[in-house]
């Protein structure tokens, strides 16, 4: 019986380290590819603006949302995501969730398909160097803290951020907003 030659302690981190290497070019080439993918996506500004007006017995309330794209892609679909203040404040218990689900690029349906996965990557929905813009009016302050930017790239990625923070939200939560949204639609 032959005894199994195992080598030298010096082979064994040699191998360790050479396994260590290639997993860590692999994962700041990931990181990398990552980072790039979201430049894109920063590079299309949003804002979301509040301004009231008293017109004697109540205010109302203007929230204007701007999009601008700066990006060298198109932008297949942007929608603005947030609570139905009116809807919600109407008293009724059924509609304590009512929320916004507006498609600023492109229209429902064709938002619809992309959440779907069915997305037409050759749309034109928002082409680089423009902007568009979508005034919301309401009886009730809304809370800005609520809102929520989807992006969906010119390659079909979908992005959500915060309104307020401008921070990215995981996928797992995104999908629980967009379906909370598409469920509360009023």
Do not use: C
Request: hydrophobic share 40%; aromatic share 10%; proline share 4%.
């Amino acid at each position: 019986m032959e005894s199994i030659e195992w080598g030298s302690i010096a082979d064994w981190f040699a191998a360790v380290g050479t396994v260590g290497a290639l997993f860590a070019t692999l994962y700041v080439i990931r990181s990398d590819q990552k980072s790039k993918r979201r430049q894109l996506a920063d590079q299309v500004v949003t804002t979301l603006n509040l301004a009231g007006r008293y017109n004697g017995s109540t205010t109302e309330y203007s929230l204007l949302f701007n999009v601008s794209n700066f990006s060298p892609l198109s932008v297949i679909g942007i929608a603005l995501i947030g609570p139905n203040v009116d809807v919600r404040n109407d008293g009724t218990e059924e509609h304590a969730e009512a929320m916004y689900f507006e498609a600023i690029v492109p229209d429902h349906e064709e938002m619809d398909r992309q959440l779907e996965g069915e997305a037409d990557t050759n749309a034109h929905g928002l082409p680089p160097g423009e902007s568009r813009s979508r005034t919301f009016v309401s009886t009730f302050r809304p809370p800005f803290e609520e809102f929520y930017v989807m992006i969906v790239d010119g390659q079909g990625r979908r992005w959500m951020r915060s309104t307020l923070t401008a921070e990215y939200v995981s996928g797992r939560k995104s999908k629980r907003i967009v379906q909370r949204a598409m469920d509360n639609q009023f």
